[in-house]
């Protein structure tokens, strides 16, 4: 006898990223228009390889996450997600984008001392499916850029399978591997000694929340930018190039 497959929304949603999905997506219709919407954009994004893209040209999203601890494996969560575009070497201080993200518990006394953001202004904050959603329709296609993206990554990519069951596909770079390549001896490359050596303001009540360390990391990067145009450095695949060194 010929199986029969279920038909329908249902079966769709579990080819897509499996039964644990499939099953909240069935009780939650909202949830499965944000699943389908996260997959398609990375579904996308793969296929944009963006090399020959010149740098002076180069469309950007400066991000940065605060989070509830250092292992998203571990239980941690993230708390609160920043961005700002940049062209070039142009801060676009008005395109910006911020959100809290309810991590659904809670929040150590030491993250909210750190980063000024408590239980209870999370708590009416949106699920981490809604803001992941909100956050990749502000990014589109544009490349990723991040102050020791090594963090910000693992946390992206555990948020997009927990709620998708995607990994990230965006380009990113990263503006402490570029300092490294362009300054190797130097011993800090801490996001508050580069902003320090590049005379970059640095608003305290800002450091540590999360669209004001992306609104300083995107001055960093245009600061970076210049050091890299006289390096000849005229496209993403020759900064690439440099970069896989280290």
Same mark, same amino acid.
Request: aromatic share 8%; charged share 25%.
């Given at each position: 006898?010929?199986?029969?497959?279920?038909?329908?929304?249902?079966?769709?949603?579990?080819?897509?990223?499996?039964?644990?999905?499939?099953?909240?997506?069935?009780?939650?219709?909202?949830?499965?228009?944000?699943?389908?919407?996260? !997959?398609?954009?990375?579904?996308?994004?793969?296929?944009?390889?963006?090399?020959?893209?010149?740098?002076?040209?180069?469309?950007?999203?400066?991000?940065?996450?605060?989070?509830?601890?250092?292992?998203?494996?571990?239980?941690?969560?993230?708390?609160?997600?920043?961005?700002?575009?940049? %062209?070039?070497?142009?801060?676009?201080?008005?395109?910006?984008?911020?959100?809290?993200?309810?991590?659904?518990?809670?929040?150590?006394?030491?993250? %909210?001392?750190?980063?000024?953001?408590?239980?209870?202004?999370?708590? %009416?904050?949106?699920?981490?499916?809604?803001?992941?959603?909100?956050?990749?329709?502000?990014?589109? !296609?544009?490349?990723?850029?991040?102050?020791?993206?090594?963090?910000?990554?693992?946390?992206?990519?555990?948020?997009?399978?927990?709620?998708?069951?995607?990994?990230?596909?965006?380009?990113?770079?990263?503006?402490?591997?570029?300092?490294?390549?362009?300054?190797?001896? !130097?011993?800090?490359?801490?996001?508050?000694?580069?902003?320090?050596?590049?005379?970059?303001?640095?608003?305290?009540?800002? !450091?540590?929340?999360?669209?004001?360390?992306?609104?300083?990391?995107?001055?960093?990067?245009?600061?970076?930018?210049?050091?890299? %145009?006289?390096?000849?450095?005229?496209?993403?695949?020759?900064?690439?190039?440099?970069?896989?060194?280290?």
């Amino acid at each position: 006898m010929k199986e029969t497959k279920p038909s329908g929304g249902m079966w769709q949603l579990y080819k897509m990223g499996g039964i644990t999905p499939a099953i909240n997506s069935m009780f939650n219709p909202q949830n499965a228009q944000q699943m389908a919407f996260i !997959r398609s954009i990375m579904k996308e994004q793969r296929k944009n390889s963006l090399y020959d893209v010149q740098l002076d040209n180069l469309q950007a999203v400066v991000f940065d996450l605060e989070t509830t601890g250092f292992s998203p494996y571990n239980g941690d969560e993230i708390i609160s997600i920043g961005a700002v575009v940049v %062209e070039g070497v142009e801060v676009k201080s008005e395109e910006t984008f911020y959100s809290n993200v309810n991590p659904k518990r809670n929040i150590p006394a030491v993250i %909210e001392k750190l980063t000024g953001i408590t239980n209870q202004m999370v708590a %009416e904050a949106p699920d981490l499916i809604q803001a992941l959603r909100k956050f990749l329709e502000f990014v589109q !296609r544009r490349v990723l850029i991040a102050h020791g993206t090594g963090h910000d990554k693992q946390f992206l990519n555990s948020a997009l399978w927990k709620t998708s069951k995607v990994n990230l596909s965006h380009r990113m770079l990263d503006t402490m591997m570029i300092a490294k390549w362009l300054q190797p001896k !130097r011993k800090n490359y801490g996001l508050d000694s580069l902003l320090d050596d590049y005379e970059i303001e640095v608003d305290q009540k800002q !450091r540590h929340h999360a669209l004001g360390d992306s609104l300083m990391t995107a001055k960093l990067w245009c600061k970076l930018m210049k050091e890299m %145009e006289l390096r000849e450095v005229s496209n993403l695949g020759e900064l690439y190039a440099h970069l896989s060194h280290y």
